[in-house]
């Protein structure tokens, strides 16, 4: 048989002869073990998960069933599980998703496969923004320094932005690791898929950042500027691969401020910071693809 388990046939004893019943024995069917006490990404967190995009071939977000407003050098291929999204100096950008509009806590997923770019100019990679009118950083940004080391250079930085509206000023907090301090903060994710993950509690106001599973947040900077939950610059707007400035209508972009080239796939919005069981779990699941 075929199937990865087998439901045990029971022997049962009659008028002193041996008859062997076959109970459920199928050849196609597959229960695999839970990982973390979920059998699929989509247990993790589910009643708290707001915005989903698996790029199986469009860019529709699955929760909304919001299609892209504009879309500019993005192509759908092989990615982390199933389909993912390869852009060329390119992006997704979307309307307003009501569920977004508001996150005083928040989580930001998503599957990664990028180069560093040092000297050729040298600019770092916005994966996710929900963006603030005319300005580069959104309310939240989920991004890498790609412009500090050369290309093929196997050191990623993760990296968390912040800008949180604190009556009418915009307050400032970003969070990364840092690979001299060795250890986890050391992220091998450069031309191969990386899971990554911000997130921000207003209750303990940690901000991390997160790859492969792990938390790899420089420790110092995870409490630092923003106090209490987050509050957003409105309207805001979904952007995955790009900065707000590059979406037209979103202000003027910087020379540094450029589009991505690279791949994603699966990216996840929460309404809460996951713990760190929860991200390893759904890290786990769906690099086995479930």
């Known amino acids: 048989m075929n199937s990865k388990f087998l439901n045990l046939c029971m022997a049962v004893g009659v008028s002193g002869s041996l008859i062997l019943g076959v109970t459920s024995c199928k050849d196609d069917e597959v229960v695999l073990p839970a990982i973390g006490g979920f059998n699929t990404a989509a247990d993790v967190a589910a009643t708290n ?94 991004m890498s320094e790609t412009g500090w080391r050369k290309a ?42 990386t899971h990554i993950v911000m997130s921000y509690d207003a209750t303990s106001e940690k901000f991390k950042v997160y790859a492969n599973g792990v938390k790899v947040s420089n420790p110092d900077w995870e409490t630092r500027a923003t106090t209490g939950p987050l509050t957003f610059y409105s309207p805001t707007k979904p952007v995955i691969g790009a900065w707000g ?20 796939d699966e990216v996840r919005v929460f309404n809460k910071a996951l713990t760190d069981a929860e991200i390893n779990s759904l890290y786990l699941l769906e690099k086995a693809g479930r």
Request: overall charge positive.
């Open 49 to 142: 998960l707001v915005a989903h995009w698996g790029f199986e071939g469009d860019g529709k977000e699955t929760k909304s069933g919001a299609v892209p407003a504009s879309s500019t050098n993005a192509t759908y291929e092989t990615g982390a599980k199933g389909k993912g999204v390869k852009f060329t100096k390119g992006f997704l950008a979307y309307n307003a998703i009501t569920a977004l509009n508001s996150l005083p806590n928040m989580s930001v997923t998503a599957w990664v496969n990028v180069d560093n770019n040092s000297g050729a100019p040298g600019v770092p990679t916005s994966f996710f923004t929900m963006s603030r009118p005319n300005e580069w950083a959104g309310n939240i940004n989920l």
């Open 152 to 193: 093929g250079r196997d050191t990623l930085i993760v990296k968390g932005l912040i800008v949180s509206n604190k009556a009418g000023s915009p307050n400032f907090q970003d969070v990364r690791n840092e690979p001299s301090n060795g250890g986890v903060q050391v992220v091998n994710g450069i031309n191969k898929w």
């Open 245 to 264: 400035t590059n979406v037209a209508g979103g202000g003027t972009a910087e020379g540094w401020q450029v589009p991505m080239t690279g791949s994603m």
